[in-house]
């Protein structure tokens, strides 16, 4: 987990990977469950410094960044969307660490509507919306 953090705040890491890091989150949290608490506190801070990176608005004509700002908003899904599911567990009754979300709730429903208002909504982030569950 240090090593990916390591990643996202270098510069010479080039930005296509950083989106790539992001999705990760998710996917630790759902390998490890309630162990990806020791992890939470600082994904979180970093995802939303990524969501208010990727809701800035760009030039409609820098494709470039519009692409970046959509693969940053896809991975922030994708990795909310495994945090609650690695949190939440794998039983029908949630595990009680997904309460550890509670004051990030606001927002990720804001982060969330915000993708859910983008025309340009790709199949793929349709999907990451349908799956997150708070």
Known sequence: MTILMKNLSNPEVHRDIKPQVLSVFGDVSLSIGSA?????????????QVTNISTVHVDENDFEMRDYQRAL??????AYTGIVQGLKGPEKTPNQDIMLLQNSVPKIFNFIVSVAKDPELSESMMTSLSLIHI
Do not use: C, G, Q
């Open 36 to 48: 990806f608490t020791a992890y939470l506190n600082p994904v979180l801070e970093v995802l939303d």
């Open 73 to 78: 908003r896809e991975s922030v899904l994708e």
